[in-house]
Nanobody, 116 residues
Framework: QVQVVESGGGLVQPGGSLRLSCEAF????????MGWYRQVPAKERELVAT???????NYADFVKGRFTCSYDKNKNTAYLQMDNLDPEDTAVYYC??????????WGHGTQDTVSS
């Protein structure tokens, strides 16, 4: 079994920054990648960034160099540093654990709001 727990996020003004954390618990060795997705009402959940345990990172085009995804193996924690935020970045952000075996796991989600 694997669980992921998100933290961070909240309310920020346009141009500001937020940092999300996602700590994994349980059968860590089964995880091959961690990822961040986001969703707004009436739209499908979309990829923000993924990082493999080996450190290979993939970003969505809309990130445009504003977000940085990282993974600390010692803490079993993935991070998403989001800078220069725009109101269009307002969404619920979800952590995802992609597993070599067993069912993939989603976090509960954290609401991030960019507004003046």
């Amino acid at each position: 079994q694997v669980q992921v727990v998100e933290s961070g996020g909240g309310l920020v003004q346009p141009g500001g920054s937020l940092r999300l954390s996602c700590e994994a618990f349980g059968n860590i060795i089964s995880i091959k990648a961690m990822g961040w997705y986001r969703q707004v009402p009436a739209k499908e959940r979309e990829l923000v960034a993924t990082i493999t345990i080996g450190g290979k990172i993939n970003y969505a085009d809309f990130v445009k160099g504003r977000f940085t995804c990282s993974y600390d193996k010692n803490k079993n924690t993935a991070y998403l540093q989001m800078d220069n935020l725009d109101p269009e970045d307002t969404a619920v952000y979800y952590c995802h654990a992609d597993r070599r075996y067993g069912q993939d796991v989603w976090g509960h989600g954290t609401q991030d709001t960019v507004s003046s």
